[in-house]
């Protein structure tokens, strides 16, 4: 008797099965990290923001804090919708490098615009000269 090994149904190596199976069965972590880092970004960046504060004096204004958050919560759920849409169509129109310039760009303007406005509404008379 021999002790060769039986080579006529070789096993796949350790990394071609776990490759195999993480794209099949790995789904789940990939939702969860897009979850989560959607989540992070959205809640740190509403933060402080003039949406939480309009809430707030809302809700102490109406004494109705629950009426205030379900229509605070639709309308962030409706402008995300407005948002995750557009985002859609545009990774499809448009390549990530340029979608990436064009948020640049507008986030860029957007700021620029909201400088103006503010030194506008100061006025001349309370800019020291």
Known sequence: MSSVPDNSSPEPSLSETSSDTDKAENPAPQWGI????????????ELGDKTQLAALLLSAQSGK???VFVGASLALISSSLVGVLLGRWLAKVMAPQQLERLAGILMVALGLWLGRQAVVALGPESLPL
């Open 34 to 45: 897009a979850f989560i880092t959607t989540f992070t970004t959205v809640f740190l960046a």
């Open 65 to 67: 804090p629950v009426v």
